[in-house]
């Protein structure tokens, strides 16, 4: 079954650091464009970053230089390490899959999503 | 930055039709992708590229595109209770700066 679990979210104080990891299933993840998209308390969806099969990484504006994307092939997970965090990247955090085959901008496997809180 | 422009909501009764927009200068240029997201849930692709449906999606989920325009259409014929849920449409800018640019998304009610 092809699956994406994300964990490592949590309450962190503002300026603090935080690592989410998305665990998947069922398909390698350096096949294939692999996103994390957040959504804030009743708010919409925002794409935040992406790594794509050759390794090149894009970012959100509201995110550049502060996030960064990364995988590990050897346990199939990609990840997104958060610094300088701030309260408005308070979100559940999903992690996402382009779905191979030439569709692209197509998000066709999403995780659960895991809650992110940035607070003192 | 690009932006994708919803109704913020749509009411609708049971077995009528309901009809989202999504307004967007890339379009049609651009394909559109639509995405169902319940309460607490994640979301899920219901139509991609403008008008296909991933397997498993009821036929009753249908979508447009203007052609010449700048506006692609989400249809849901004949809506059910269950289908009550936000949605959002997702596409990129003409030269693909921003990949994956979400609409402000649309809150559909069955009354």
């Known amino acids: 079954e092809v699956q994406l679990v994300e964990t490592g979210g949590g309450l962190i104080q503002p300026g603090g650091s935080l690592r989410l990891s998305c665990a998947a299933s069922g398909f390698t993840v350096t096949r294939d464009y692999m996103s994390w998209v957040r959504q804030a308390p009743g708010k919409g969806l925002q794409w935040v970053s992406v790594?794509?099969?050759?390794?090149?990484?894009y970012y959100a504006d509201s995110v550049k230089g502060r996030f960064t994307i990364s995988r590990d092939i050897s346990k199939n997970t990609i990840y997104l390490q958060m610094n300088s965090l701030r309260a408005e990247d308070t979100a559940v955090y999903y992690c996402?899959?382009?779905?191979?085959?030439?569709?692209?901008?197509?998000?066709?496997?999403w995780g659960q999503g895991t809650l992110v809180t940035v607070s003192s | 930055s690009y932006e994708l422009t919803q109704p913020p909501s749509v009411s609708v009764s049971p077995g009528q039709t309901a009809r989202i927009s999504c307004s967007g200068d890339a379009f049609p240029k651009q394909y559109a992708h639509w995405y169902q997201q319940k309460p607490g849930q994640a979301p899920v692709l219901v139509i991609y590229?403008?008008?296909?449906?991933p397997s498993g999606i009821p036929e009753r989920f249908s979508g447009s595109s203007s052609g010449s325009g700048t506006t692609v259409t989400l249809t849901i014929s004949g809506v059910q209770a269950e289908d009550e849920a936000d949605y959002y449409c997702q596409s990129t800018d003409s030269r693909g700066t921003y990949p994956y640019v979400f609409g402000t998304g649309t809150k559909v009610t069955v009354l």
């Open positions: 996402a899959r382009e779905s191979p085959g030439g569709l692209k901008g197509v998000l066709d496997i």
């Open positions: 590229k403008d008008s296909e449906r």
């Open positions: 790594i794509y099969s050759a390794g090149s990484t």
